[in-house]
């Protein structure tokens, strides 16, 4: 009998803590969540300590070097490795516990815990409100550099976060608006775990915009094909063990999203885990499907905002203290760039533009900002701010943040050449502050934080700007010039003694 939903400890051999499921357990000490093989990779490679940012090694095999000693101090408290230390109910500030981190529930007025599958979104956010701040990007939060004391109580745009930090208002995810919890998107697997030894954290992930926006008809999976572990939780959830249900698969993973399915009508629905709701899976939309942008992800287009910090400062001090100094937040659409694993254009944020000093030093630590190796470095992003809208034509084609060249003007010369004018000054490179790549330039390597990631090539940069310099006359959303664009050669073959061609097209 299931007296309550979503309560493991009531269905047989699902109890949910580690002496009833060794597999899950060891799924989930080798999961990138529990491990931070990524992060470990990375920031020992940042500072010098190995060849690349790929890597197998994780939190538990950290010793006393720089890297290690600054992901101690700055990066372990949030894995699920990390051993849960204190009693009682999670709270904003919790922080590991294997298994508990997540499914640790006590129900009001009660002393007694329980194990649960109904795992509202605040569980969550304690840990993914930092680095890529993906819940505070869902909710419609952006971090700021204010300090909570000088925050008005009355000012509803801003809010104070349990650690002290001050967040404002963004736009949020379009999938937040309409009630969904993180858990509708994602599933146990990305969590604990596939089974497999992945590199970096999104090599894990099975969801996708097309595992629910598509078209024409849907791979499916009946019950009897269900995994045992989708069978379990699909019998954890009241009314979802029906007869001849058509589940949904990833079309990543092509497993089964236990929530979505073919509704009576063949129609495709997702049944929200935690409000029931049935909601209606819609098709992406005519021009994400049309001919010229193939190679762009949906996030690239879709992503209204994203989390980037301007130039900041790692400092070791001399009682061995790692400190990390920021100078703004801003929530601006995101950098565009490529995975070459994939060929796919996906949206990037700054990973590091930052100064990093190992060696300690006394004082204040601001003293210290301009000595230390100095990186600029590129991470891809999902910002988990999806807007219904796509981006504009301009936004890409005439916008030099998303062409990687930071925050500035840009415009055609009398010359018909590019001309392009910053906002912040240059860093300790020469570059702006804010970029992630020379002028219309190749980049000085390194320049991203994955190996099969890089910045657009100056070609590429200028094919994008080649159609950019028409948007000024012919603007993309306009129908009437929907066939300009769907052929462009063609029609820049046809460009009369009027139209502004860029030097480099001719």
């Known amino acids: 009998m299931r007296a309550i939903p979503g309560n493991l400890a009531d269905a047989s051999e699902s109890c949910g803590s580690p002496g009833c499921h060794p597999a899950i357990v060891e799924r989930v000490t080798g999961s990138l969540m529990a491990t931070a093989r990524g992060i470990v990779s990375v920031d020992r490679w940042v500072f010098g300590e190995r060849d690349t940012p790929d890597g197998t090694d994780g939190m538990d095999d950290l010793g006393d070097s720089p890297a290690d000693t600054h992901l101690l101090q700055l990066c372990s408290t949030c894995h699920l490795g990390t051993p849960k230390t204190e009693i009682g109910a999670l709270h904003p500030l919790s922080k590991g516990g294997g298994c508990l981190a997540c499914h640790l529930t006590y129900d009001p007025g009660s002393p007694h815990a329980r194990i649960s599958t109904y795992l509202p979104s605040d569980r969550c956010f304690a840990c993914h409100s930092r680095s890529g701040r993906i819940s505070m990007n869902y909710q419609g939060w952006h971090e700021t550099v204010l300090d909570y004391r000088s925050v008005d109580p009355a000012d509803s745009s801003l809010t104070i976060l349990a650690d002290g930090r001050v967040v404002a208002r963004a736009p949020g995810d379009v999938h937040h608006d309409a009630g969904l919890e993180c858990i509708d998107c994602h599933t146990s697997r990305e969590t604990m775990g596939d089974g497999k030894r992945h590199t970096h954290q999104e090599q894990a992930i099975e969801t996708s915009c097309t595992s629910c926006h598509f078209s024409g008809a849907p791979s499916t999976l009946t019950w009897t094909e269900l995994t045992d572990e ?69 996030q690239s287009c879709h992503s209204a905002w994203a989390p980037q910090c301007i130039g900041c400062h790692t400092q070791r001090t001399a009682t061995g203290d790692w400190l990390e100094l920021v100078a703004d937040f801003r929530p601006d659409p995101p950098v565009l760039g490529v995975r070459e694993s994939t060929g796919r254009i996906e949206p990037f944020i700054p990973g590091m533009i930052m100064t990093l000093n190992p060696d300690p030093t006394r004082g204040d630590p601001g003293a210290a900002v301009g000595t230390g190796a100095f990186h600029r470095l590129y991470a891809p992003s999902v910002p988990h701010t999806t807007s219904a809208a796509g981006r504009s034509c301009a936004s890409c084609h005439l916008d030099p943040l998303a062409l990687g060249f930071g925050r500035g003007a840009l415009r055609l010369g009398a010359d018909r050449r590019w001309v392009f004018t910053p906002v912040y000054g240059p860093a300790r490179d020469g570059l702006p502050a804010d970029a992630w790549i020379p002028f219309l330039e190749p980049a000085p390597l390194p320049n991203a934080t994955r190996s099969d990631a890089r910045p657009l090539t100056p070609d590429e940069q200028r094919a994008i700007l080649r159609v950019g310099a028409c948007l000024a006359c012919h603007p993309g959303e306009d129908p009437r010039w929907a066939a300009l664009y769907s052929d462009f050669e063609a029609a820049l073959s046809s460009a009369t003694s009027s139209c502004v061609v860029p030097m480099d097209s001719d």
Not at 234 to 241: I, K, N, P, Q, S
Not at 256 to 278: F, H, I, M, Q, W
């Open 230 to 298: 989708d069978r379990r939780i699909v019998a954890l959830r009241e009314g979802w063990e029906l007869p001849g249900r058509r589940f949904l698969v990833s079309d990543r993973s092509g497993l089964a999203l236990v929530n979505t399915y073919l509704d009576s009508l063949g129609r495709p629905v997702l049944e929200g885990k935690l409000d029931s709701r049935v909601r209606t899976l819609s098709p992406p939309a005519s021009a994400c499907t049309g001919t010229g942008h193939e190679r762009l992800s949906c």
